[in-house]
């Protein structure tokens, strides 16, 4: 059974940018993972700390990161953002 992506408003515009910037095919080659199982690899992910303790993360490539939390008992994975990792 596959797992559920929703996505904020800040990732739905963050995709838009992505398109943009020639990353959309390898944006939503890890979005298919995720929808597959979101703690398949490769590609590995992160455990994230701080303000986004309890998300993960997943490089798109060098810079660009897709960042989601996992809401295991409704099987669904929520997208936060895609976008630079260190933006604000």
Known sequence: MSWKLIYTKAAQKDAEKL???GLKDKA???LEILKD???KNPPSFEKLVGDLKGAYSRRINFQQRIIYQILKKEKIVKIIRMRMYYEK
């Open 19 to 21: 398109s943009q910037s």
């Open 28 to 30: 939503l080659k890890i």
């Open 37 to 39: 199982g979101p703690f």
